[in-house]
């Protein structure tokens, strides 16, 4: 009982602090309680360490060398303070296979709540570290070098930050959780592959939008004070659907072939 108390509080201190250092707005903060809340709920405190390294690590590298970044700021739809939409887009399926673990302990479900977390610090990695690369990056539909922070773009950086940000996540949960080694290797397939599914749903379905007064191709609804025009894209498929969607799919995926191999 003074356990949970005190990891509750600890939740509340991260919400806290994660505001405090601008990484969450408040509803940002709010999203990430929750989602810490069902994690040690279903997940314990080993999910929630695991959570944390997500947490950590993400907010470490969007805030390093942020003022490298601010240009690219212009082309995403938001900043590196995160919101709720956001919060859950990366974090709500780890909550969901959290909370569904309380109810049946089994183990196809603790390999979700991993395989979604590896997909969105592989993910999150892949965009933060990626956006440092001395080359522009390369969109997947033309081959062509694009603007940094253009969705469905690659670069050699970031896919080895998405590798490694992946690897990551898996052996820590390894180590935590003792699964079967078909687990640890899973869980760092599929949470690369949550990346690769994000950039080819960025590079073919995300809404990309245009500023009519100084014609700059955002992800931004409004753009020099008046609304953009929606050039590309398919309806509700912003960055955060995207975000959510990939790591969906990679778990779903990571599930059906866990199942197969059994
Ligand atoms: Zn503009």
Known sequence: ???AVLIVA?????GITGYRVKSLTTSGAAAAFLVGLAVYAGVGAKGLFLLGIFFATSSFWSNYKSAAKRTLEEKLAKGATRDWRQVF?????????SI??????DSILLLGFMVSLASANSDTWAS????????????IRTFKRVDKGTSGAVSMLGSTAALLGALTIAVVGFLLFKPTPLVLVLV??????GNVIDTLFGAFYQQVYA???????TEKRFHCGQPTSQIKGILLMDNDM???????LAAMLAIALYLILL
């Open 10 to 14: 600890v939740i509340i201190m991260t």
């Open 1 to 3: 009982m003074i356990e």
């Open 188 to 193: 760092f397939i599929f949470g690369y592959l």
């Open 89 to 97: 887009a990366n974090g709500g399926m780890a909550a969901v296979f």
């Open 211 to 217: 500023c009519r007064q100084c014609g700059i191709e």
């Open 242 to 248: 995207v975000n959510f969607l990939s790591g969906f």
């Open 128 to 139: 933060e570290i990626g956006s440092l690369s001395k080359r522009a990056p390369i969109y």
């Open 100 to 105: 569904l673990y309380l109810f049946y302990q």
